[in-house]
Nanobody, 115 residues
Framework: QVQLVESGGGLVQAGGSLRLSCAAS????????MEWYRQAPGKSREWIAL???????AYASSVKGRFTISRDNAKNTVYLQMNSLKPEDTALYYC?????????WGQGTQVTVSS
């Protein structure tokens, strides 16, 4: 089990950028997959990006080309760089870890994009 704490959310204008951080309570080197999800009001939680322990990444079509996921194993932290933000990116953003079929969630960080 790992505790995850997201940070970096806030209010930004459309076209702006934010970088979210997900700090883990233990070494993430061995965690198979680290992911970001988001949930907008009245909508279901949406997967948006993942990074595997080997460094390969994948993105949802809604964010591909605008968002970049990365991990710093030395800092036990995963990042989500978000560029060219749109009002429809407004949501609560969650970090998720997946290891051996078990997953842990952070508490989320709010991102609000104004038009």
């Amino acid at each position: 089990q790992v505790q995850l704490v997201e940070s970096g959310g806030g209010l930004v204008q459309a076209g702006g950028s934010l970088r979210l951080s997900c700090a883990a309570s233990r070494n993430i080197f061995s965690i198979s997959v680290m992911e970001w999800y988001r949930q907008a009001p009245g909508k279901s939680r949406e997967w948006i990006a993942l990074i595997r322990s080997g460094g390969t990444t994948a993105y949802a079509s809604s964010v591909k080309g605008r968002f970049t996921i990365s991990r710093d194993n030395a800092k036990n932290t995963v990042y989500l760089q978000m560029n060219s933000l749109k009002p429809e990116d407004t949501a609560l953003y969650y970090c998720h870890s997946l290891q051996g079929g078990l997953g842990d969630w952070g508490q989320g960080t709010q991102v609000t994009v104004s038009s």
